[in-house]
C-alpha cells in the first residue's frame, strides 16, 4: 500500500549512496560491520547525506565529527556506569574514526590522530567484554605487530576450551579493530579463538611502526605470529588456520605456502599475483605512465586536472610499500607474484570471492584452485545472495557462516 501525505513522513533518511563507486563501496564497508556492533545503519547514511560526492575531505570531515560525537557519548555513558552502551558506543567509534583516516592520506596530522583514537577507542571498548578482548603486540624485527587476541565467548556461562585457533590478516587498508568486526566477533560465538592483526604496511602497524612496509615475503611476519600464538598454552598447534582478507589473500597464500605450521588457509579473495591484481584494479594506463610522479608532486594540483582519489592513491601506495615515486612502486611490486610456490599450498584451502569483482578476480580464483596441491573448496557470493561486495562488506555474517562452517568440517570434525 502506497502513502502520500504531507502531514506524517515515515522517515525523512533515505537511502542513497554516492556517484563515485569507490565512495559508495567504503561507505558499505562501513555500513556492513553493523553486523556485530561495528557501526550503525542511521549514523552511517546520516554522514552520507553531508558528505560532498568525491571529495575526500569532505569524507574525512563528516566521518571524524560523527566518531567525535559518538566517542564523547560511549564516555559520558561509562562515567555514569552503563558499561554496555559505553562500550557499543566505542567500538562504533573506532570504526567511524578508521573510516575517517581511510582519505586522511594528505593530511599527515588528522590521519594519524583518527588512527590513534580508533585504536584507543577499540583498546578501550576490549577490556569491556566477558572475556575481555586481550590487546597483543608481536614482537618483530625492530618493532611490534599490534593486533587482538579474541577468546570463545562462555557457553551456558561457563568458560569452555577455543575449537581451534584462527588468524586473521587483512590487506592494503583494514585494520585489526575491522578484521575484528569481519571474523574476530563471530568466530568467538562458535568457540573458536581468533587473532586478528596488522602486518608489515599494514594501517595498525603502520601507525606504531611508520617505516615497516609491505614485503614479500609475508610468511616472516606470519611466522612470528604463529610462534606467538602457539607458544600459549591455549592453542592447539594441530587446529591453527589462516585467513587473509583482500590483498591478505597474498600475505596469507605466501605464508601457508611456505610454513607447514598453517593447517587450512582462507583467502578472501585468492591472490597468486599481485602486480596483476593491482594494475586492473587501478588500470593499465598508471602502469605505463611514462613521466614517473611523487607524492610531492601532485599535492594541491586542483580536483579538474587530477582526481582527489588519485592524489590520495599516489600517496598511499608510495607511503605502504615504502617507496618515493610511482616507478619505484611498480619495481617493488613485481615482486608480489607466488609464482610456483602456489604449489606448495598443500593444507586444506577455501577460495572466496564476489561472482561480480571482475575477471581479473575470477582468473586468479581459478589460477589458485586449479594449482594449489591441497584440497580447496571454491565458493562464489552473487547479488542473490546479498554478499556480491568485495570480502562480502554487505553481508559479514554470510561470510562468517561459510568460514566457520568451512572450519569446523576442515579441523574439529
Not at 158 to 174: N, Y
Not at 187 to 207: I, N, S
Not at 328 to 341: H, I, K, M, Q, V
Not at 375 to 384: I, K, L
Amino acid at each position: 500500500m502506497a502513502f502520500a501525505s504531507t502531514l506524517l513522513n515515515r522517515s525523512v533518511t533515505r537511502v542513497s549512496g554516492f556517484r563515485d563507486a569507490e565512495f559508495d563501496y567504503q561507505l558499505l564497508r562501513a555500513i556492513g560491520v553493523a553486523d556485530y556492533g561495528g557501526s550503525t545503519v542511521g549514523e552511517c547514511l546520516a554522514a552520507a547525506s553531508m558528505i560532498t560526492d568525491g571529495d575526500t575531505r569532505s569524507w574525512t570531515r563528516v566521518f571524524g565529527a560523527l566518531a567525535e560525537r559518538v566517542e564523547a557519548s560511549g564516555r559520558r555513558a561509562l562515567a555514569a556506569g552503563h558499561k554496555v552502551s559505553g562500550r557499543d558506543h566505542l567500538l562504533r567509534a573506532s570504526t567511524y574514526y578508521r573510516t575517517a583516516e581511510y582519505y586522511a592520506e594528505a593530511d599527515a596530522a588528522a590521519m594519524s590522530e583518527h588512527g590513534r583514537r580508533s585504536q584507543a577507542c577499540f583498546a578501550d571498548a576490549a577490556g569491556l567484554f566477558d572475556p575481555p578482548i586481550e590487546i597483543v603486540s608481536v614482537p618483530f624485527e625492530d618493532g611490534v605487530l599490534p593486533g587482538y587476541l579474541v577468546r570463545p565467548l562462555p557457553a551456558g556461562g561457563a568458560p569452555r576450551p577455543p575449537r581451534g585457533t584462527l588468524l586473521v590478516l587483512g590487506g592494503f587498508d583494514s585494520s585489526a579493530e575491522e578484521l575484528y568486526f569481519q571474523l574476530g566477533a563471530p568466530g568467538a560465538t562458535r568457540g573458536w579463538q581468533v587473532l586478528v592483526f596488522d602486518g608489515p604496511g599494514q594501517t595498525g602497524c603502520m601507525r606504531v611502526n611508520p617505516d615497516m612496509a609491505f614485503r614479500p615475503d609475508y610468511e616472516v611476519p606470519v611466522g612470528a605470529v604463529l610462534d606467538f600464538v602457539l607458544g600459549r598454552p591455549d592453542s592447539d598447534p594441530d587446529r591453527v588456520a589462516l585467513a587473509g582478507m583482500s590483498l591478505g589473500g597474498y600475505f596469507a597464500s605466501r605464508a601457508a605456502a611456505r610454513d607447514r605450521r598453517i593447517g587450512a588457509l582462507v583467502v578472501d579473495s585468492p591472490i597468486v599475483d599481485l602486480f596483476r591484481y593491482m594494475e586492473a584494479m587501478i588500470g593499465p594506463d598508471v602502469f605505463r605512465m611514462r613521466s614517473d610522479i611523487r607524492p610531492q608532486d601532485v599535492t594541491g594540483v586542483p580536483e579538474d586536472l587530477l582526481p582527489a582519489q588519485m592524489v590520495w592513491g599516489i600517496a598511499a601506495v608510495c607511503r605502504r610499500f615504502g617507496v618515493g615515486s610511482l616507478h619505484e612502486w611498480l619495481e617493488r611490486l613485481d615482486g608480489f607474484r607466488l609464482g610456483d610456490a602456489v604449489e606448495d599450498i598443500a593444507c586444506p584451502s577455501l577460495a572466496l570471492a564476489g561472482d561480480a569483482e571482475g575477471a581479473e578476480v575470477t582468473r586468479q580464483l581459478q589460477e589458485f584452485a586449479g594449482r594449489v596441491s591441497g584440497p580447496v573448496t571454491v565458493r562464489t557470493f552473487g547479488v542473490d545472495d546479498g554478499a556480491d561486495a568485495h570480502c562480502q562488506a554487505n553481508n559479514l555474517r554470510l561470510c562468517a557462516q561459510v568460514v566457520y562452517d568451512w572450519l569446523d568440517d576442515t579441523l574439529t570434525a
